[in-house]
């Protein structure tokens, strides 16, 4: 049995197979029903227990194989995911279509394979028939059974509600391809970040550092209690028509505005990019979508370390509040400096070494270290994705310039092809998640006030901020930025890993699936509005035809 990757630990859910087993011996003898009968009559007859052991190691082996077999087809299906949305982002380029961008691309193609793993392809399940056992007051990981001196070892893969017991007859292939949400927080995002950081224009964006700052930390708290509190009216009014199936704490609600504060604009920068827009407003939404990713994951860990004293866990506590603020503190310090330090460190170990004589090791050791200050500072308790940030404009700022020129070129190109390969799986991956996820709660009522909290959010901090930093900014921001930026607060890759990180929890699974449904809204409208909208907006910008003249 494989871990699953909707629950996280909590008492009464079902968690993942990461956390300590427990040794439960011999208890629980009817879980195997008529297999306890056979291991005693098989134990009768030393010939017969030898054949019974070649025969399990047999079908073990069978299973491992198939298990490798299905490893490989869900594998070499994002793999042709990506080759197609690649050749396909080259003709969009070569026809110069700009009405879908390759991430709403991808994300279309994902959802094609999802209904077609979903509805395509016959059910194939190995599970015995459910059998019933004394209820434990807690839910355990792992479970080894002593059956006549053989250890059968079962992993939890998550709760199933009485309605949906016969459900678990699923498709294997629509397990494969669910994720564990940690792949993406140690393997995908780490080269989305750091390129962030090392590819970031820096006379433009230290220039506007000021703005940047006010937006990615005031503007993202003010978006996560105003949507937070919006949302929790949401919620009481679902529980006064009777569509609230389960319980959904005030902190449930801050948990969704601070996720949901994560602003991607991959499409309309990448467009921007290629538009060659306005130096300025570029750097503003590009300095505000990379910090503001970074303030949204420590604020939503606050707020999960939000613990008051007390009965009742969801009821105000000044104390409690004050700690969290401290740990929001806290946290982005330490990380900040761990990335910081490591960009100093790895700046010191190639200008006092020889390793520019051997441009390979250098390019190695350059990517190692990188990619390591994100898993050092999630081994310290710190957030990865600040440390790798500034680790990345720490590498950008002093480390680059003791690289052999063929490290440069190196380097840039390697984390540049990490970071689109990445970008584009995590948007093929939201596309098919839509099918084959499990777990599912849509709420008409949740996802429309979703939807109104999102714009008023963004409203209530693009605006007035602007108003204040404009009184002390030599180069005003004009209401035509400020439509631009409210226009640009697209959600896409943080939004979506932060909301399957934990699914455990009835609140926790609706806000995942209005936060997928947000992300295909803004990539596919927004982003495909976005140069109608600097035209209407009369922002200047250069096309690729202009500069061919």
């Not at 479970?143 to 509600?161: H, M, P, R």
């Not at 596309?431 to 963004?458: E, M, N, Y």
């Not at 209530?460 to 005003?476: D, E, Q, V």
């Not at 990180?501 to 596919?524: E, P």
Request: aromatic share 14%.
């Amino acid at each position: 049995m494989e871990p699953s990757n909707a629950a996280q630990p909590g008492p009464g859910r079902a968690v993942w197979a990461l956390s300590p087993r427990l040794l439960l011996l011999p208890l629980l003898p009817v879980l195997l029903g008529r297999g306890l009968r056979a291991g005693a009559a098989a134990s009768s007859s030393g010939a017969a227990a030898e054949d019974s052991s070649a025969m399990e190691e047999l079908a073990t082996e069978k299973e491992a194989e198939e298990s490798h077999r299905q490893d490989s087809v869900s594998l070499l299906t994002f793999i042709l995911l990506l080759t197609l949305t690649i050749l396909t982002i080259w003709l969009f380029k070569h026809r110069r279509v700009r009405f879908l961008h390759e991430t709403g691309l991808a994300m279309i193609y994902g959802l094609i394979v999802g209904v077609i793993l979903r509805y395509g392809t016959p059910a194939t399940s190995g599970h015995d028939k459910s059998l019933s056992c004394t209820q434990e007051d807690r839910a355990f990981s792992t479970l080894l059974v002593n059956v006549s001196g053989k250890f059968f070892e079962y992993t939890l893969k998550g709760e199933i509600s009485p309605g949906k017991i016969n459900n678990v007859e699923q498709n294997d292939m629509l397990r494969k391809v669910t994720f564990d949400p940690e792949v993406f927080f140690n393997i995908l995002l780490p080269p989305i970040i750091f390129h962030a950081g090392y590819s970031l224009k820096k006379r433009h964006f230290f220039r506007n550092l000021g703005s940047i700052l006010a937006y990615a930390f005031l503007g993202t708290a003010v978006s996560c209690f105003i949507i937070g509190n919006l949302m929790y009216g949401v919620v009481k009014l679902m529980k006064i028509v009777g569509q609230l199936s389960d319980k959904f704490y005030y902190t449930d609600c801050l948990f969704f505005g601070a996720i949901i504060s994560a602003t991607d604009p991959v499409t309309v920068l990448a467009i921007f990019n290629e538009l060659h827009a306005d130096v300025d407003l570029y750097a503003l939404l590009f300095g505000e979508s990379v910090l503001n990713d970074a303030v949204a994951i420590v604020l939503s860990s606050s707020i999960v370390a939000y613990q008051p004293a007390g009965l009742n866990t969801h009821t105000f506590d000044a104390a409690a509040f004050f700690k969290s603020v401290g740990i929001f503190l806290g946290i982005f310090s330490g990380s900040f400096t761990m990335g910081a330090v490591t960009g100093v460190v790895t700046a010191l170990v190639t200008k006092f070494t020889k390793l520019h004589c051997f441009p390979l090791l250098e390019t190695a050791l350059f990517f190692l270290m990188s990619w390591s200050t994100f898993l050092l500072a999630e081994a310290c308790g710190f957030t990865g994705v600040v440390a790798v940030l500034f680790c990345g404009i720490t590498q950008a700022h002093y480390t680059y310039n003791n690289l052999s020129v063929e490290s440069r070129s190196r380097s840039k190109q390697l984390f540049e092809v990490l970071h689109f390969l990445a970008e584009n799986f995590i948007f093929s991956y939201m596309g098919l998640a839509l099918f084959t996820f499990q777990k599912h709660v849509f709420s008409p009522i949740f996802i429309i006030g979703a939807f109104v909290a999102i714009f008023l959010g963004r409203a209530a901090h693009i605006y007035p901020l602007s108003f204040f930093l404009n009184l002390g900014r030599r180069h005003k921001i004009g209401w035509n930025f400020q439509h631009m930026m409210m226009f640009s607060g697209l959600r896409g890759a943080m939004a979506f890993a932060l909301a399957i990180r934990d699914t455990a929890s009835y609140a926790r699974q609706m806000m995942f699936t209005t936060t997928l449904l947000i992300v295909f809204f803004t990539v596919w409208v927004i982003g495909g509005g976005t140069t109608p909208m600097l035209s209407w907006l009369n922002i200047r910008y250069i096309s690729r035809t202009m500069l061919a003249r």
